[in-house]
């Protein structure tokens, strides 16, 4: 049984479309696995063109919530976003909303230093392997004499990822990539940036195979700190 959908008569065609499918969705009357109906019952449904249903389509498959598949048994299938596609898309935001390395800065203080005690409570020895192997591409870097912020956020990320907490990992996810800008910027007002913080990254992985919170929060205070000096979080 296929949920029904009701009239579009206003604003733009194809984003009321997708805003009713994404309710039917937060509802419970479409789950991952579901088929939306056919193009033609949706069409007649909703009032509108084959064109909009279409572009509708395209909107959803292209945020993760739809899979549209063709032959004979196609269709459009509910599906469970990828948290990177989410992750992707929640970064974008930021990265579009003029959020300063200050503010991000700032945000990391609460956000990472309130997941460390999760992560020292359950990170398993592969999750520390991978946070190692991540502290060995930097060292490697390092030695040739370069320096990538990415893989400082890369670092973050996993850290946030050893809560086993899927919405932690999720927003850790979307922070990637505008950490990695951050780190940008505090290498631009000091080139000493990125020094320093390999080196307590391997200390933090330390601390997380002791399980001392309370070490993995100093480390990880003293860490987000000097970044904040740098992009001139005040306080």
């Not at 084959?50 to 959803?60: E, G, H």
């Not at 320093?196 to 070490?215: K, Q, S, W, Y």
């Amino acid at each position: 049984m296929f949920p029904s959908f009701t009239p579009v008569s206003t604003g733009r065609v194809s984003t009321e479309i997708v805003q009713q499918v994404k309710t039917a969705i937060r509802d419970g009357r479409l789950a991952p696995g579901d088929q939306l109906p056919p193009e033609r019952d949706l069409t007649r449904q909703l009032g509108v063109s084959r064109v909009s249903v279409r572009d509708a389509l395209r909107m959803l498959e292209a945020q993760g919530l739809v899979e549209v598949r063709v032959g004979a048994r196609g269709g459009a299938f509910v599906t469970t976003p990828a948290p990177k596609l989410v992750g992707e898309g929640i970064g974008d935001m930021l990265l579009h909303a003029d959020v300063t390395p200050a503010d991000l800065t700032e945000a990391r203080m609460v956000f990472e230093l309130g997941v460390i005690d999760l992560a020292c409570a359950r990170a398993t020895e592969d999750d520390l392997r991978v946070l190692e192997e991540i502290c060995d591409r930097a060292d490697a870097l390092a030695t040739a004499g370069g320096y990538d912020p990415a893989l400082s956020a890369e670092f973050h990320a996993q850290l946030a990822r050893c809560s086993h907490n899927d919405a932690l990992a999720l927003v850790a996810a979307a922070l990637q990539g505008p950490l990695a800008g951050s780190l940008r910027e505090a290498r631009r007002v000091d080139p000493q940036t990125g020094r320093v913080g390999p080196l307590e990254h391997r200390a933090l992985v330390e601390t997380l195979r002791r399980r001392d919170a309370a070490e993995a929060r100093r480390i990880l205070s003293e860490h987000i700190a000097r970044t904040a000096r740098r992009v001139g979080v005040s306080g």
